[in-house]
């Protein structure tokens, strides 16, 4: 990305598009930083920079705004989590797939040159290896989220072989942050139960004390969407989207871990209908293709995990 690129996040008041687009204004200027959301954002995100209100399944609004603020990047943030797209599986399909389709047609028509889009770890599913899932494998996912991300990655490899759009995509594991609330996904059990340690309340886990699952903190994940943004064309050999690991552990371990900064801190494990969905996702990744191809490389184990999140609660 060049320093006169200009950048338009859609779902920016989102877990992760909430923090990329202070990333992307702390780099390139906040004029240079579109925020966009059908949601009404932060304060914070507001006085930021330009923010435009937006339906991302309404292809003539995000047409006008890439027009109007001569958009070269796009980054698609918008979607419908695990846990909620159970619960509305057409309307989270409508969100994941059209607004999807709305960007790869603008980059296929010329009127983009970039586009960021992330998948999950929700594409694998319980015919999946469990352990250090490989780059290629075998995909069946359970889940509406799953369905539309394995789709969606289907769409991205289909565009940039057959139109040449330079879409650049990564399987994200479940990411922890202190600047955003749970969003309505499976792992959103690692960040709330900081707010409710912090609170001096008991939590309440909807998943088993033994689910392992690959896990991320938010500081290394938008630092490798940067990292895959300005790498060289010729090393993005993944088209569909690069497995990206940080850790993976349990609610036990990382409970264990918040009890040495909070002793008295409690929990309680009742499982709900998001432990069928952990247990349909792999237990850790293989990202081996990501440290090759553009250097990937986390730096936060969960102990740092811990003591930041920590440090900014």
Known sequence: MKNQSKHLIIGASGQIGSVLTTSLRHLHG?????????????????????FEPIDATDYDQIFSIVKRHNIDTVYLMAAMLSANAEKRPEKAWDLNMTSLFHVLNLAKLGHIKQVFWPSSIAVFGPSTPKVNVPQHTIMEPS????????AGE????????????????????????????????????????????????????????????????????????????????????????????????????LYESIVKYHPSFKIKYRP???????????????????QKDWGWSPKFDLDALVKDMFKHL
């Not at 300005?230 to 940080?246: C, E, G």
């Not at 709900?272 to 990501?290: C, H, K, T, V």
Request: negative net charge; hydrophobic residues 40%; proline residues 5%.
């Open 30 to 50: 906040a004029s240079a930083v579109v925020a966009s959301d059908i949601k009404k954002p932060s304060q914070e995100l507001l006085a930021q920079g330009p």
């Open 143 to 150: 889940t509406v989220y799953g369905i539309s991300k394995l």
């Open 154 to 253: 289907r769409w991205c490899d289909y565009y940039h072989k057959t139109y040449n759009v330079d879409v650049r995509s990564l399987r994200f594991p479940g990411l922890i942050s202190w600047q955003s609330m749970p969003g309505g996904g499976t792992t959103d059990y690692a960040v709330d139960i900081f707010h409710k340690a912090i609170a001096n309340a008991s939590y309440e886990c909807f998943l088993s004390e033994d689910t392992a699952l690959p896990m991320m903190y938010m500081d290394d994940a938008i630092r490798a969407i940067l990292e895959l943004m300005n790498a060289k064309i010729d090393n993005i050999k993944i088209r569909s989207s690069y497995n990206l690991s940080a850790m993976s552990f349990t609610p036990k371990a």
């Open 272 to 290: 709900d209908f998001r432990q069928a969905i952990a247990d349909s996702w792999p237990n850790s990744i293989d990202d081996s293709f990501a």
